[in-house]
């Protein structure tokens, strides 16, 4: 169901919408595309790889070798960080599993990108670490990893909700 931008269109900074139950964003052609469940209020941010919920984290794809989700309640949630942020080096990451690391990544092929023309290119660096989230589990040293589709949405939503969330537990 991806969408297929001409290469004339000029790219638009990712605007949001929030209505009483839904959260929406809209791409460069201008066409909505749907972020959280319209259907569930408590979806704060949703992506193919991540949703974000009142309840926690769920990452999908994430157990090997079925591709089942995670569900990480905030409760145990210590940190979220982009990769840039928790320092991640290029031997730790991997397409599904554990790296040379203590993060174990979700399902994604991280190294190869499907761009909005259709055409595949190699991420930088930058892209990669700026697109996935690590996950510091209280009392756990194997750190969930993932990507993320729109990493400054995600991360807005997750932190929000670990404020919320540490406030009430202290």
């Known amino acids: 169901m991806s969408q297929s931008v001409p290469e004339s269109a000029e790219l638009l900074p990712l605007e949001r919408h929030q209505t009483q139950s839904t959260i929406s964003a809209f791409s460069a052609t201008g066409a909505e595309r749907n972020v959280t469940a319209e259907l569930n209020p408590h979806i704060l941010y949703e992506d193919s790889d991540l949703q974000v919920s009142q309840e926690g984290l769920t990452i999908k794809r994430y157990y090997f070798p079925i591709p089942m989700s995670k569900f990480i309640p905030w409760g145990k949630i210590e940190t979220v960080q982009t990769a840039s942020e928790a320092n991640v080096q290029l031997y730790e990451l991997k397409m ?10 979700a399902q994604k092929f991280r190294i190869i990108n499907d761009q909005r023309n259709g055409q595949l290119r190699v991420n930088t660096l930058p892209d990669i670490m700026g697109a996935n989230i690590v996950v510091k589990i209280r009392g756990q040293w194997v750190r969930p990893g993932c990507h993320v589709e729109y990493a400054q949405e995600a991360i807005r939503a997750i932190r929000r909700m670990l404020v919320r969330t540490h406030q009430h537990a202290e």
């Open 96 to 105: 599904w599993g554990m790296g040379f690391g203590n993060i174990w990544w």
